[in-house]
């Protein structure tokens, strides 16, 4: 499901409109039943009289009652036909409310963004399988993952993909593997990880993730709108705008992005999924938030249990809107429900402590802190 939108993004379904709708597929679904009911009652009926009928009464029920019978059951049939396009037609529009009852206002969007231009409030989205070339892959919104077949290693898997026009652009050298920068513009993923079956993200064109600040600004604020009505993490959200403020939550949510993901000061250099080889998996969006699984490898962790909550594709995490509601979901998970502001509060004294708890890498500290800066000296107050 694809919609082309203007420079304004919008999804307002008011919830009067899902109830009619609902009670008119109701409606329509009974009419329905009623119609195929007696449908099959003047069907079942005529076969039984014509069946138990002697060859006098035969002739009787043929020249008298065939007409009858045959308009009654076209007509019933016909009502139920009816109803069941009625009622299936308003049943997708509650299904499409129910999916997309956030209300989402987005303004002065750049309109060329492919961000700009895509159904992200897709929910329940069913992966595609595509097998190209005896090669298999996995279309998930904007991101595509490739199937590891024996043999493979990088270069010839970046080789096989750039034959195919929409992954021609692979041919340039910098997604080519290059251990130096850690292949941040690439598949990111070490050599020996690869494994026949793996299911490996291939990067999405670098100029088209590209985002700026002031576009990924109002993106944020909506992901924070949109989780204060969340009914899983609304009332934490809300809490926490209430103690810090809207503008210090946006604020620190660019200073991580900036800190993962950027590149010359937009959003966009760095690959949106990266394999982390301590917990073999994989982390997604322009916050790299880990898709891990505990200990026991069934258990979801706190990062893979907020992005099931939220109903959300790997694929779909690489919007902005949908990255924020994860980035908010995860410290919510992470911190056990308790009170998550103390992390939305960047000190030179707490910076330290808040990416210790993030990423765990001490020489992110000043990153972090100097993007903040950098954001919250920008931003309007």
């Known amino acids: 499901m694809r919609r082309e939108w203007p420079n304004k993004i919008y999804r307002e379904i008011e919830s009067s409109k899902s109830k009619q709708r609902f009670n008119k597929a109701w409606k329509h679904l009974k009419n329905a039943w009623k119609g195929l009911r007696e449908f099959w009652k003047w069907t079942l009926w005529g076969i039984k009289n014509i069946v138990d009928g002697t060859d006098e009464k035969l002739g009787e029920i043929i020249g008298e009652r065939k007409s009858k019978i045959t308009n009654v059951a076209r007509r019933y049939l016909l009502r139920t036909l009816i109803g069941l396009s009625v009622a299936g037609y308003a049943w997708d529009k509650v299904v499409d409310y129910v999916w997309d009852s956030d209300k989402n206002k987005i303004e002065y969007v750049d309109e060329n963004s492919i961000w700009a231009n895509e159904d992200y ?3 329940g989205y069913q992966l595609q399988n595509e097998v190209i070339n005896g090669m298999h892959f996995r279309k998930d919104v904007w991101l595509t993952f490739y199937r590891v077949e024996k043999w493979d ?12 026009p929409e992954f021609s652009y692979l041919k340039n050298d910098i997604y080519g593997w290059d251990k130096s920068c850690r292949n941040i513009y690439s598949f990111n993923i070490p050599p020996k990880d690869l494994k026949p079956w ?5 990067p999405m064109q670098k100029e088209k993730r590209e985002v700026s600040l002031d576009d990924f600004r109002k993106y944020s604020k909506q992901a924070v709108n949109d989780m204060m009505n969340n009914e899983i993490y609304g009332e934490k959200i809300k809490t926490l705008v209430n103690k810090v403020g809207e503008k210090k939550v946006v604020d620190v949510m660019l200073a991580f992005a900036l800190s993962e993901s950027s590149e010359n000061g937009k959003i966009w250099g760095v ?3 990266r394999r982390e080889n301590h917990f073999s998996a994989f982390s997604f969006s322009p916050f790299h938030i880990l898709m891990e699984k505990c200990a026991d490898k069934k258990t ?3 990062w893979l249990k907020a992005r099931q909550k939220l109903w959300l594709t790997e694929g779909q995490t ?3 809107i949908n990255a924020g509601k994860l980035f908010l979901a995860y410290w919510v998970e992470k911190m056990n429900w308790k009170d998550i502001s103390p992390y939305f509060n960047i000190t030179e004294k707490t910076k330290g402590k808040i990416w210790k708890k ?3 890498l001490a020489s992110y500290w000043d990153k972090l802190y100097n993007n903040y800066k950098k954001v919250s000296s920008k931003s309007k107050r």
């Open 121 to 123: 409030f897709v929910k």
């Open 318 to 320: 690489y919007h902005p």
């Open 271 to 273: 690959t949106f999924h």
């Open 358 to 360: 993030y990423n765990g």
């Open 300 to 302: 979801p962790g706190p």
């Open 153 to 164: 290693n990088l270069s010839s898997i970046r080789e096989k993909i750039s034959k195919i």
């Open 198 to 202: 793996l299911w490996i993200p291939i």
